[in-house]
């Protein structure tokens, strides 16, 4: 590779000196040889140290990641420096683009172009696009029928809210309440006074869970048998 004899400041940033140096020595963009890069892109660094010259922290940021690059694609398993030559790659695409069109740009603006400062315009509220009668009618009577829509009272939604909600667990403890002096009791005798669906269904599948944890043993047949309270377990 040639020896660099640019100065820093010919450069906007990072990214153009890089693209340089790419494009000077003829190398892929798309696979750039990071260790060849770094050496050219650390002496533009020095020269310009040496020249006392002011260098920006955005060259000298990267420079890091360059160095950051090189160290990690030393390791055995240098997936990520791939993976960060790759997304270096992307910007110095996206970079070279940004320039391409903004030369473009700069041949078309001349210097003696006229400019002038935007004019204040009124608004036009006016609807000039074609309408049939019958959507606009359609729209009018939709508009009118959702406003006119009533509100539901509150007495509708009274049997959801007023519905009392009875957790297994409460009544786990209302059947071992029933039992703890008595032992044993028919098992209808679980559901007396009990005219709440809720209430009902709670119990049957208490009994059900402590029957499983053998808290509960049931005894005899029918609809109607003993349940009794284990109490060694």
Not at 15 to 20: A, E, I, K, R, S
Not at 126 to 138: H, S
Not at 193 to 216: H, N, P, T, W
Request: charged share 30%; proline share 5%.
């Amino acid at each position: 590779m040639e020896k660099i004899t640019y100065k820093l400041d010919a450069f906007e940033g990072p990214l153009d000196l890089l693209l340089y140096l790419i494009r000077k020595n003829k190398l892929d963009i798309c696979d750039i040889p990071i260790a060849q890069v770094l050496d050219q892109y650390m002496a533009h660094i020095r020269a310009a140290q040496k020249a006392d010259m002011e260098v920006a922290s955005e060259f000298l940021e990267m420079a890091a990641r360059l160095v950051y690059i090189k160290t990690v694609h030393l390791l055995p398993r240098h997936e990520e420096a791939e993976a960060l030559r790759v997304e270096l790659s992307g910007q110095l695409l996206e970079y070279a683009e940004c320039k391409r069109i903004a030369g473009k740009l700069g041949e078309q603006l001349q210097a003696d172009c006229f400019t002038r400062p935007p004019q204040q315009v009124a608004p036009d509220y006016t609807y000039r696009r074609p309408i049939l009668p019958e959507k606009l009618l359609q729209a009018y009577r939709d508009a009118v029928g959702k406003h006119a829509a009533p509100r539901p009272q509150a007495s509708s939604f009274s049997a959801i809210v007023a519905h009392r909600v009875v957790s297994v667990a409460s009544q786990i403890i209302y059947v071992l309440r029933r039992l703890w002096k008595v032992q044993r009791l028919h098992y209808r005798a679980l559901f007396e006074k009990k005219r709440d669906r809720s209430e009902v269904v709670a119990i049957f599948l208490a009994v059900l869970e402590l029957v499983k944890g053998k808290r509960l043993r049931i005894e005899g047949e029918g609809d109607d048998p003993i349940v009794k309270l284990v109490k060694d377990r």
